[in-house]
T-cell receptor, first 108, second 114 residues
Framework: TQLLEQSPQFLSIQEGENLTVYCNSS?????LQWYRQEPGEGPVLLVT?????EVKKLKRLTFQFGDARKDSSLHITAAQPGDTGLYLC????????FGQGTRLTINP | EPEVTQTPSHQVTQMGQEVILRCVPI?????FYWYRQILGQKVEFLVS????????KSEIFDDQFSVERPDGSNFTLKIRSTKLEDSAMYFC????????????FGPGTRLTVT
């Protein structure tokens, strides 16, 4: 089983601050995905990164896939309360294998 | 926009009882999945289903679990004799194809076993 470790597990910051959360593994992946999950809902796909070193932007969210395709990061610029949620990285094969997530809270 | 739906949203049952969790996948999707998330833990794969049979299952998916597509729209997860440790959120997902295609998740059913 290819394990994904996410850090930090919890992060609470003030509105307007920047933050980065990480997804790490000792395994090499063909791709990694980032999901966001809000309370009472299922995970929603944000992005898939495929190429080593790839950077994808989704408004204020920047996703990067490590050069060696073993890790990924999510950077949020000027965080807003609406960014609050559980951010999950996952490896996609036939099934999805998730990390344990980073629970992000943005305080107004 | 098409979405995966699940019923009920919350199910409370006594230990030893059978429960059936229901899902309606997106209509043109061919691959169906169940995942579960115990409170405070990661989302875990249970089973994938294609062409009316299980294509992959995890260690969690033991003989107490079964899945069925009883008609053209529903996809169900049955737990025959629930245990306290089955308490979790159960998510159904579907995808148009396997591997390279996005899995769309339903809102989940919260199962509480007392």
């Amino acid at each position: 089983t290819q394990l994904l470790e996410q850090s930090p597990q919890f992060l609470s910051i003030q509105e307007g601050e920047n933050l980065t959360v990480y997804c790490n593994s000792s395994s090499v992946f063909s791709s990694l995905q980032w999901y966001r999950q809000e309370p009472g809902e299922g995970p929603v796909l944000l992005v898939t990164v495929v190429t080593g070193g790839e950077v994808k932007k989704l408004k204020r969210l920047t996703f990067q896939f490590g050069d060696a395709r073993k890790d990924s990061s999510l950077h949020i610029t000027a965080a807003q309360p609406g960014d609050t949620g559980l951010y999950l990285c996952a490896h996609r094969a036939q099934k999805l294998v998730f990390g344990q997530g980073t629970r992000l809270t943005i305080n107004p | 926009e098409p979405e995966v739906t699940q019923t009920p949203s919350h199910q409370v049952t006594q230990m030893g009882q059978e429960v059936i969790l229901r899902c309606v996948p997106i209509s043109n999707h061919l691959y169906f999945y169940w995942y579960r998330q115990i409170l405070g833990q990661k989302v875990e794969f249970l089973v994938s289903f294609y062409n009316n049979e299980i294509s992959e299952k995890s260690e969690i998916f033991d003989d107490q679990f079964s899945v069925e597509r009883p008609d053209g729209s529903n996809f169900t997860l049955k737990i025959r004799s629930t245990k306290l440790e089955d308490s979790a959120m159960y998510f159904c997902a579907s995808s148009e194809r396997t591997s390279g295609y996005e899995q769309y998740f339903g809102p989940g059913t919260r199962l509480t076993v007392t």
